[in-house]
Structure formats: C-alpha cells, structure tokens
C-alpha cells in the first residue's frame, strides 16, 4: 500500500519579533499515514494541527524537516493535484453562486472543458446541494458553506482529502451530512486527514488517530487500540427485575468476576436530536 | 489558463466594489460638471479647460482607483482566507499575483474607457456649440485632437498599472489594507517628484550623492514622462515617440515590479 503522506520529523518556528525570540508551533513531529485510511489529527487550541495542514499544503515553510505527499514534496505546487482542501470556517467568493464557485476551482484545477459540467453536477450532488446549487453563497448558512467546501475540495477528484474542522459550528444534523460524505470517501479508496475537536465524529469515523500537545506528538494509533480496553466487557441488559439483578451479581462473584458498574442506560443526545429533527421533517411540520 | 480564471474573478470581484461605482460616477459627474464650470468668455480657452480639468480628474481619480482596488482586492484575498483555498490548489504564487495584476489592469481599463468616452463627449459638446458661434478662421487655428485624447487615456492607463504593481508589492510583505494604502500614496507622491532626484543627480558634483540620486532615480519611476495633459489641451499634435516612449517606460515598470512582488509574496506565510 503506497504511503499518502509522510511527516519526517517537521519542526517549524515562528519569530516573535521580539528581542529574536521564536514560537515553536510543531516540535519534531513525524507521522505516516498509508492510502485509503481516515486519519483524525487532534489536539487542544494551538497545538499546531493547523500550522501541520499548512505546511502539508504549502501555504507555510517548515523550519526542519520534510512533508511527502504519494512521494513528491509538499513544497512542489503539483503535489497539491492530489490534494483537496476544506478550510477552517471557509470563506468563499459571496458573489458566486454555489454552482460558479465549484466551477471556478474546476478550472482552477484543471479540470478539461468538456468534463467541468457533469463533474461540478456530481460532486454538488454527492454533497446534497444540488437545490441551493444557483443560489449565491453570500446567502448559505454555516452547513452550506462547509458542503459547498467540500464540493471544491473534491472536484477534481483528489486522492488525499484535508478537512480542517469540518464539523465546526455545524449542527448533529449537518456533521451527519459530512460524516456520511467521509464515509463514502473511504469506501471509494480515499485518504482522509482531518483535525477536529468533536471526538464523537472521530470515534465514528476515523481508523487512526494521532494527538497533538503544544506541537509534539503525544499519542498515536487505532481508535479500537486506544478506547478498547480488554479487560472489562459492557452488558446492555433489558428487563431485569431488582431480584434477578442481585442474583445475576452472585453469579458473577461465584465465576470470579465482578460488576464495575451499574447505571441505567443512557441515550446519546446526538442521536435523540437527529430522530426528533429528522421526524418531525418527514412529517412536513416545518415549512 | 489559471491566471485567466483568477485575472476574471477579480474583474468580476471589483466591478461590485462600492468604490469603483463611487469612484467612476463621481469622475465622470466632475467631467460633465466641467460644462457649467466654464469661463463665460465662450472661444477655444473654455474648451482647454474642459481638457485641462478632464485630464486631471481622470489621472488623480485613476491613481486613487488604482491603489484603493489593488489593496482592497488583494486583501480580501487574504483576510478572508480565501487564498489558502486557492493556493492549496496546483496554483503557483506567481499566478496569483500576476492573475490579481491582469485583473485589476482589466478594471482600470474599463475605468479608462468610461473616463475617455465622457471627456471626449463633453468636449465635442462644446466644441459644436461654440463652432456655431465663432468664425472658420478662428477655428482653423487648431482645436483638440481627439485621437490625441484616446493616446493621452492610454498612456495614463499604463501610469496606472505601475501604481497598481506597486501597491500590488507593498501588500505582498504587508500586514494590512490600511498600511498598504498609506504606503502606497506616498509612493505615487514620490514618484510624481522623481523628476527632483535626476535633476539633483545632473547637478551634484559630489560624488557619492551623485551616485545615489543616479540610483533612486532608476529605482523610482518617474511619472512626469507620462504627464501629457498639457500637450492634448494645448491642441498640438501629440508626438507619437513621446507616447512610445512612455508606454515601453510603464511596461518596464510592469515587469519588474510585478517581478519583485511575485518574489515577496513567495517567501510569505500564508
């Protein structure tokens, strides 16, 4: 499997302009992140998740080290072909209509004439745009702009997907949205690298997972391998009368083990949010 | 291609700018007011001053288009973070910039043509109306030119570009719009008084002096080369090898500024 990207040990120093004294945003950080795999990068604010994006993207130099992107460096504009990228809180021309801004990064990609059509139309449909398509953008909510940002990131049909919190100030209802277009990447064999402070959605989505602390690389590995622990096992039980609990308790004992905890259980928000909001659309109760 | 795309979006992007809309009434409104304006002693003097006043309101109004617009749309760009969108595209650095440059050089030609157009509309005007009044001999003595005036808006187009690169530098290692703007009127106020430095460096008998005037009179463009106004509202024929002269000048300037900015703006973090 070819190796999407490739940090080796990046370091990069801002200058304070004050008395020749620098910020250090990332500390000798090195990662791999092999093709196909969803990859969350996270980290407290300023822990130099951005400032990484950054300098994956060529927008910024890293002080040390190199950044591979599929074996070409990240320093070389064509290696960002294979890249599409999603902006924190992204901000696109309010002039255009969602449909015009996809077309414009078409071009801007590279995309030939001919295919810049029927591709715009599929990647604003892939993100269930299509009805606020001829709208202008000045006019999209919070959720909009990040489908719309996905569409560009997405047009020219990247290989590597960076998605700077995609799921910032969107509602349960809107991060659904994003995590089913994630999801569908995967299972269309694309590489995945996003930052995010919402841990459910990384829990959901995400196979690895790398965190950052004032920019040094603090733990890495598989979402099971970190949040899995195997030497407990969680019941979800139904119907249990307080006698059956107690005598279920003795069994327990009897086998050597013993019950941890016992609390009565617990519905995600999340997902109460999204069966009420999502019935009381298919009742048509809003207009 | 890409710079095409990018030049068409900023076209696009300035012509709904509030200030152009402003800036190009507001020019055009002082042009068509130079009609009530006028001397009342009716003859060729009232149709020097329409040149006259017509010519300064197109070159101080295009010099303040021309870096208000820059700085503006070359911020937005930043400030609005739509350039990290843009630049994490295969788009080079030097794209962008000369995109942004081709784009606004689009703008202030459509300034220029709007401007040229009213100047030209309001001398034929008077001219018509004061031909009426006086006699053939009178006239036959030379009026305007207005082929002349088509090359005098050309040549202030080309003075507006070299502004507009300039600016385009200062806010390639800028922080802000603000000091981008400040910086770049006392530029074009520098290189309006250019013409002091080579007539210093003509007359120092000091050496080093002499060496550094040389220097800062090849460094600063000097905008009096592009000063045509007087000859178009004296009504003598315009010398083509002064406009040649100051059009290879501007686009000179074009390049080699466009050049400097493309090399700042490449080693800044974004």
Known sequence: MEIAVSIENITKDFSLKFRGLKLRAVDGLSLEIPEGEIFGLLGPNGSGKSTTL???????????????????????????????????????????????????????????????????SEVISLVDLEEASDRRVGTYSKGMLQRIGLAQALVHDPDLIVLDEPMAGVDPLGATEITK?????????????????????????????????????????????LLNDEQSKSFLVKGLSLETEKDFELWLEARGASLLAKEPAKRNLDKLFLERVTARKERKDIK | MRLFLIAQNTL?????????????????????????????????????????????????????????VTAQLFFAEIEN????????????????????????????????????ISLI????????????????????????????????????????????????????????????????????????????AQEGWSVTSI??????????????????????????????????????????????YWISVSCLAIYSFSKREI
């Open chain 2, 121 to 196: 509309l309001v001398i034929g005007i008077r001219e018509a109306a004061i031909y009426s009044q006086i006699s053939e001999e009178i006239y036959s003595k030379g009026w305007i030119r207005y082929g002349d005036v088509v090359l005098f808006s050309v040549v202030q187009w080309v003075k507006f570009g070299i502004i507009s690169a300039l600016t385009l530098l200062i806010g390639s290692f800028s922080r802000s719009s603000l000091y981008t703007i400040t910086m770049s009127f006392f530029l074009v106020i520098i290189c309006h008084l250019q013409y002091l």
């Open chain 1, 181 to 225: 277009v994630v999801l569908e990447l995967k299972k269309r064999g694309k590489t995945v690298l996003l930052s995010t402070h919402l841990l459910t959605q990384v829990e959901e989505v995400c196979d690895r997972i790398a965190i950052l602390d004032k920019g040094k690389l603090i733990l890495e590995g598989t979402v099971k391998s």
């Open chain 2, 81 to 116: 973070r739509t350039v990290q969108t843009l630049l994490s595209k295969p788009v080079y650095r030097a794209e962008f910039i000369l995109g942004k440059f081709c784009g606004i050089l689009f703008v202030l030609f459509i300034f220029m043509v709007l401007m040229t």
């Open chain 1, 54 to 120: 950054k300098m994956l993207l060529g927008l910024i130099k890293p002080t040390l080290g190199e950044i591979m992107i599929f074996g070409s460096s990240s320093a070389k504009v064509e290696s960002r072909s294979r890249i599409g990228y999603l902006p924190e809180a992204p901000y696109f021309y309010t002039y255009l209509t969602g449909r015009e801004l996809v077309t414009f990064y078409a071009g801007i990609c590279g995309i030939p004439k001919l295919r810049i059509e029927e591709r715009v």
């Open chain 2, 12 to 68: 696009k992007e300035a012509v709904r700018q509030k200030i152009f809309h402003f800036v190009v009434l507001l020019s055009i409104g002082l042009i068509v007011g130079s009609l009530f304006f006028r001397e009342f002693n009716f003859g060729i003097s009232e149709i020097k001053f329409i040149v006259d006043f017509g010519s300064g309101a197109i070159t101080f109004f295009g010099s303040m288009l021309a870096v208000v």
């Open chain 2, 207 to 252: 050496w080093l002096l002499q060496g550094m005037l040389q220097f800062f009179s090849y460094l600063i463009p000097n905008f009096q080369i592009f000063n045509l106004g007087d000859w178009v509202a004296s009504g003598e024929a315009l010398p083509y090898s002064m406009v040649w002269q100051a059009g290879a000048y501007g686009i000179v």
